[in-house]
């Protein structure tokens, strides 16, 4: 099974390190296969990271996204090429992610404090998808404090009733933290 962390911080936004930092400490520490930086509503410092890891001789492929602030609460918008607009409503957010060919998951889900979507918008969202407003998966493992929280519920309910792709992220925004959490898939 690969190993992907898809849920970074770097410094382009309120991460701790360099995009090349990132990288070099992915390589170097981790063995996980794909990394995603996910800075809020920027994706620079994904796009940086993409260029290093292309151009260099790393084992593991980044993948560009960002934490989109919705209205409704944050997205990880993954596999995207375009940033996309904050504070839209968070279904033409998702649209717009999937328009773009991207997948969207929702980080820290229930965690009021840290913007994560309420219950009742998981929900609504999953009994009544359509073409091009539906989640792609549920980040129901996130070791930072806005994780740890809800992730008995967060797991319970996608168990339960939900039946998202269950997904797992560090929310890291320092080195020490990266790939405390991953998605596992095969490959």
Not at 22 to 40: F, K
Not at 56 to 62: D, K, P, T
Not at 151 to 160: S, V
Not at 166 to 181: E, F, K, P, V
């Amino acid at each position: 099974m690969g190993k992907a962390d898809l849920h970074i911080h770097s410094r382009a936004d309120d991460g701790l390190a360099t995009p090349q930092q990132i990288v070099d400490h992915v390589e170097r520490n981790t063995d996980l296969d794909i990394i995603a930086i996910t800075d809020h509503d920027e994706i620079a410092g994904a796009w940086e990271a993409r260029e290093i890891v292309a151009k260099g001789q790393y084992r593991f492929q980044v993948l560009v996204g960002m934490e989109v602030t919705t209205r409704q609460g944050h997205l990880l918008a993954l596999g995207i090429e375009r940033p996309v607009r904050m504070l839209q409503e968070m279904d033409r957010t998702i649209s717009l992610v999937h328009e773009q060919g991207g997948v969207c998951v929702l980080p820290h889900p229930m965690a009021w404090f840290s913007m994560g979507a309420r219950q009742s918008l998981v929900n609504r969202l999953v009994r009544q998808p359509t073409d091009t407003v539906y989640l792609d998966g549920l980040e129901v493992f996130n070791p930072s404090f806005a994780g740890r929280v809800v992730f008995k519920l967060a797991e319970r309910l996608n168990r339960t009733r939900w039946r998202l792709a269950a997904c797992g992220g560090s929310d890291s925004h320092s080195l020490n933290t990266i790939g405390s959490a991953y998605t596992t898939f095969p490959g």
